[in-house]
């Protein structure tokens, strides 16, 4: 688990770098964000168990699966990678990386009022780390 975590943050720090670097040459963020989720589809792909995934969306109705794609493919992930991309062209790729890092503190906040779930100790010790280590990136800059 730690190996695939420190290779998820090696890996975004490169699309970071990659993205910023393509931005400034003038690159559509579309077609940058494209190639980034084909390499990463066909990798994800060596791991994956397609034949199971091909059954499970199999079963469903087309209107559930057409739902699904919908809101996890372009809700939850294709339209933040663009408007991230294309934040890249107007913004240091360091302020683009320190601002992502609210998203955890996001998803905490998003579900205890969507979800009801309840705010841990160890929640709200993540919420501080990540609250302190954005005002700490803030101030490095100035």
Do not use: W
């Amino acid at each position: 688990g730690v190996l695939y975590a420190v290779l998820a943050g090696v890996l975004y720090a490169a699309y970071n770098i990659v993205a910023k670097i393509e931005m400034r040459r003038g690159s559509d963020p579309m077609t940058a964000m494209i190639y980034c989720f084909l390499v990463m589809g066909v990798l994800a792909s060596i791991f994956a168990d397609v034949p199971a995934m091909v059954d499970i969306a199999l079963q469903g109705s087309t209107g559930k699966i057409l739902l699904m794609l919908f809101g996890m493919g372009i809700l939850t992930c294709g339209l933040p990678y663009l408007m991230y991309t294309i934040s890249l062209k107007h913004i240091p790729a360091g302020t683009a990386s320190a601002l992502g890092l609210i998203e955890p503190m996001a998803a905490i906040i998003y579900s205890m009022v969507f979800f009801g779930e309840p705010l841990t100790l160890p929640l709200a010790i993540g919420v501080v780390l990540i609250l302190g280590a954005v005002l700490m990136i803030s101030r490095i800059k100035e």
